[in-house]
């Protein structure tokens, strides 16, 4: 008899951060290392973004996202390892936010925490700190407002956003 993998019912949840940029008129969240923009009302779909070495030389076949043997899909981590990310300085970003995400589909463990061919963010949280203008905040947290997910405004101190995402972590 033949083993199988189990299904789950429920998506994983994690942490991660996303830039805040403006794309087509509206507020989008975007990856923090790829030029990704999540969309709104839909999950992402990974893709294998891995730029290949020599491509005219050495072509690996396209694969679906993620696989086991490269760096590709929708990274999400604990809390401690997603934080770290927060307060980097972060090309065209208007600010970078927190948020819980659900990770789904083919999940992945990987050496910082997760990989993942489906997500969808499940809250976030602004701070003012990390906004290149502190006193847009609140027009930021409504313009994220369309992901149809809690947005939450934090105060700009550092301790206090920290002391925050512990006790929901």
Request: charged share 30%; net charge negative.
């Given at each position: 008899m033949t083993a199988l993998a189990p299904?789950?019912?429920?998506?994983?949840?994690?942490?991660?951060?996303?830039?805040?940029?403006?794309?087509?008129?509206e507020l989008?969240?975007?990856?923090?290392?790829?030029?990704?923009?999540?969309?709104?009302?839909?999950?992402l779909r990974a893709e294998c973004l891995v730029p290949r070495a020599f491509g005219w030389l050495r072509r690996r076949?396209?694969?679906?996202?993620?696989?086991?043997?490269?760096?590709?899909?929708?990274?999400?981590?604990?809390?401690?390892?997603?934080?770290?990310y927060l307060y980097d300085s972060l090309p065209d970003a208007l600010a970078r936010v927190v948020g819980q995400v659900s990770l789904w589909g083919v999940v992945v463990e990987c050496?910082?925490?997760?990989?993942?061919?489906?997500?969808?963010?499940?809250?976030?949280?602004?701070?003012?700190?990390?906004?290149?203008?502190?006193?847009?905040?609140?027009?930021l947290a409504a313009g994220l407002e369309r992901y149809g997910v809690p947005v939450e405004?934090?105060?700009?101190?550092r301790p206090t956003l920290a002391r925050l995402l512990e006790a929901l972590s």
């Open positions: 299904d789950f019912a429920e998506p994983l949840e994690a942490w991660r951060v996303w830039r805040v940029v403006g794309c087509h008129g989008s969240l975007a990856s923090v290392m790829r030029r990704t923009v999540w969309p709104a009302g839909e999950p076949p396209q694969h679906d996202a993620p696989e086991e043997a490269c760096d590709c899909g929708i990274y999400a981590a604990d809390l401690e390892e997603a934080s770290r050496e910082r925490g997760l990989r993942a061919s489906r997500a969808y963010p499940g809250s976030l949280y602004v701070s003012r700190g990390t906004s290149r203008d502190p006193d847009a905040v609140d027009d405004v934090l105060t700009d101190d």
